[in-house]
């Protein structure tokens, strides 16, 4: 069975475009100590290494490593790091997106460092359980294999295409293909373990709204965040209340203050209900009916200010106690009615806005919108595409919350697209570079504008 698998994974990289039928222009070493003696004393293995490296003996940077047994047990395909560290593949290897192509096609019970550079850290002792017969032969390289997969029946059709998509990962990140052809192969392989499941947000955002009663939609900009407040809440209200925070919002002007009336000859002062109060009143008064107050861009306001004493009562499943919130007019109550929901949004984005401290987070959940394909005519997919790839490549976790929604990609002909590419999107990636976001893609943002309009980001 090995010598099949073997010969299965070369066949996989002629697919995806490596060549080694040319000692000079070869795409791979193949390693393979797998003699009988060998199996049966453990330490066996199988796989590529880069071609520059030696046929034998140490070696450095990534490779493709498949770890077989003699018998009926489970073997173990992983991407390893040669023993002698990083030569070529270290910039690679700090690369955000190589994590996160190799982590797409591991199923939950297999294993992923959290940083490919990181070539002290062990093996997870959880999944050396997982295989005890391979215990002592992973031991040997458990700190430079950063994501390892367990293959319980590796002839089987599950197992060869995941061994399929782990080939096709290294040659994504080799950069083999070298026709569309290749590169549809290679993309193929890999989508077949990518999630599926098509998300709901609707759905989601709705569910959790009923179960939590205050929750934030956070996302980057264009990602449909007040859109889709809106609309789950017609879906259970006809009445909602919408207000947008800025940071001159006050408590008097959310909840409750005096305000001089303009209206009157003499100096006279008036209670002002805010939005929140004029909500609860609502809520109140129609105790059989849901009422949203709708908040949007919720940290943009110094919440502490805006809320007051108010802030305690946010709390979903909060029962009445001894504390009671006092309004100006001297009413008091000491809980919010059960049938008032609040949505904030938030600008992920936006580094200027106000911080949310950790109480506040405590009072609501937080569900993040993620850019995303649309199935609309106005939607120019390639163009989304082509930001995606960008961002999930080059992005670190806090650079994915910059990547532009799908609002940006929505035009009604090419020509409109276009505009939006130049008086949009451009100035959008030339304020994230000047500010040092995702300067490491420059080159690949700098190539889209010049193909898609002509214009350099460094003219």
Request: overall charge negative.
């Amino acid at each position: 069975m090995i010598n099949k698998i073997r010969d299965y994974i070369k066949q996989e990289a002629g697919k995806f475009g490596a060549k080694n039928d040319d000692p000079v222009l070869k795409s791979y070493i193949e390693r393979n100590n797998t003699k009988d003696e060998v199996l049966k004393s453990e330490g066996a293995y199988f796989g590529f290494i880069n071609p520059e490296e030696e046929n034998s003996g140490p070696y450095h940077d990534f490779s493709l490593v498949i770890f077989p047994t003699d018998d009926d047990k489970s073997w173990v395909i992983s991407l390893g790091v040669g023993s002698l560290g990083f030569k070529n593949d270290y910039d690679l290897a700090s690369t955000p997106g190589v994590r996160r192509l190799f982590s797409e096609i591991i199923t939950s019970d297999g294993f992923c460092k959290t940083n490919f550079i990181d070539i002290e850290t062990p093996i997870s002792k959880e999944f050396l359980k997982r295989v005890p017969h391979l215990k002592n032969t992973l031991k040997k390289y458990d700190k430079v294999l950063p994501i390892c997969e367990v293959l319980d029946n590796p002839e089987s059709s599950d197992n060869l295409k995941r061994i399929s998509a782990f080939v096709a990962a290294y040659a994504k990140l080799r950069g083999w293909a070298s026709n569309n052809s290749q590169r549809k192969s290679i993309d193929e392989a890999i989508n077949y373990y990518k999630s599926s499941k098509k998300i709901n947000e609707e759905d989601d955002v709705l569910n959790l709204l009923l179960k939590r009663k205050y929750i934030v939609l956070e996302g980057a900009p264009g990602t449909g965040k007040t859109r889709l407040a809106k609309k789950i809440t017609k879906q259970i209200t006809t009445n909602y209340f919408l207000t947008q925070f800025h940071p001159e919002v006050s408590y008097s002007d959310f909840v409750i203050g005096i305000r001089p009336d303009i209206d009157s000859d003499v100096l006279l002062y008036r209670q002002n209900k805010g939005i929140l109060m004029q909500a609860i009143i609502d809520a109140k008064e129609n105790p059989d009916k849901k009422v949203v107050l709708i908040i949007d861009e919720i940290n943009r306001a110094n919440l502490s200010n805006v809320l007051g004493p108010l802030f305690y009562l946010l709390e979903y499943n909060r029962l009445n106690d001894d504390f009671q919130f006092m309004l100006p007019s001297g009413n008091k109550f000491d809980i919010l009615p059960g049938n008032l929901l609040i949505i904030g949004t938030m600008n992920t984005a936006d580094r200027s806005l106000a911080v949310v401290d950790f109480a506040m987070r405590r009072r609501f959940a937080w569900y993040q919108l993620k850019p995303h394909a649309i199935d609309s005519e106005k939607f120019h997919l390639n163009d989304f595409e082509k930001f995606s790839s960008i961002f999930e490549w080059y992005a670190d976790s806090n650079e994915l919350n910059f990547q532009p929604g799908q609002a940006y990609f929505i035009a009604e002909d090419e020509y409109e697209m276009k505009n939006r590419i130049q008086y949009e999107l451009f100035p959008l990636i030339k304020e994230y570079l000047a500010e040092g976001i995702m300067t490491k893609a420059k080159e690949e943002f700098n190539s889209y504008f010049v193909s898609r309009i002509g214009k350099s980001l460094f003219e």
